[in-house]
Nanobody
Framework: VQLVESGGGTVQAGGSLRLSCAAS????????MGWFRQFPGKEREGVAV???????SYADSVKGRFTVSQDKAKNTLYLQMNDLKPEDTATYFC???????????????????RGQGTQVTVS
């Protein structure tokens, strides 16, 4: 399984960014995909997940500001981030677990597969 993130960058507080994660190399029909972030102090936080049944879960810290979505035809996961805050500064990782059932956002850092990460800096 290969996961490749893109879309990170530097933005001012209140701005927006959209992250993408292109997935390949798997054939499972039951899988979960999500995003987690790693802060400069190395703490990790699950941000959002779409489970195998399409249920979505967010961390409380991003609810109402971040939106996760998936285009299965393109095998791509997205994270739309609005109203960004300096405390959102982190490296963002896409992650996948397969096969998979129901998952919550806090489980995403423990998924089996992850991408290389993309840096998001909010000033």
């Amino acid at each position: 399984v290969q996961l490749v993130e893109s879309g990170g960058g530097t933005v001012q507080a209140g701005g927006s960014l959209r992250l993408s994660c292109a997935a390949s190399g798997y054939t499972y029909s039951s899988y979960c995909m999500g995003w987690f972030r790693q802060f400069p102090g190395k703490e990790r936080e699950g941000v959002a997940v779409i489970d195998a049944d399409g249920r979505i879960s967010y961390a409380d810290s991003v609810k109402g500001r971040f939106t996760v979505s998936q285009d299965k035809a393109k095998n791509t996961l997205y994270l739309q981030m609005n109203d960004l805050k300096p405390e959102d500064t982190a490296t963002y990782f896409c992650a996948a677990e397969l096969p998979c059932g129901s998952r919550q956002s806090e489980q995403v850092p423990f998924f089996d597969y992850r991408g290389q990460g993309t840096q998001v800096t909010v000033s």
